[in-house]
């Protein structure tokens, strides 16, 4: 399956931004899906998962009750919805795929993924 993250861009502190993830040669249905991001510098971080055949849904500390993750399964799509968007957000954003139930350690894991998009630049700054 091949994933194409789209809808980055420049944000102002407290805004909000949605990012898509579209997938080809699969579907979502089939996948663990995750979001993570990576800053200038700095290595690779979880964002959120989703679970495939369930509402479940993990985030990172950094941006529970700030960030959504979600399916839009006739569209074939993941969205991230980020609202109050704050400088240190400001990263590469990267979907990814996982086949099979994984358990819930293995979805905060990237190393642990089979497919990945290629990412999306959001900037948080005034």
């Known amino acids: 399956v091949q994933l194409q993250a789209s809808g980055g861009g420049l944000v102002q502190p407290g805004g909000s931004l949605t990012l898509s993830c579209a997938a080809s040669?699969?579907?979502?249905?089939?996948?663990?899906v995750g979001w993570f991001r990576q800053a200038p510098g700095k290595e690779r971080d979880f964002v959120a998962a989703s679970r495939r055949g369930s509402s479940a849904t993990y985030y990172s500390n950094s941006v529970k009750g700030r960030f959504t993750i979600s399916r839009d399964s006739a569209k074939n799509m993941v969205y991230l919805q980020m609202n109050s968007l704050r400088p240190e957000d400001t990263a590469v954003y990267y979907c990814?795929?996982?086949?099979?139930?994984?358990?819930?350690?293995?979805?905060?894991?990237?190393?642990?993924?089979?497919?990945w998009g290629q990412g999306t630049l959001v900037t948080v700054s005034s």
């Open positions: 990814a795929a996982k086949a099979g139930h994984p358990i819930v350690s293995t979805m905060m894991n990237g190393n642990m993924y089979d497919y």
């Open positions: 040669g699969g579907t979502f249905s089939s996948y663990a």
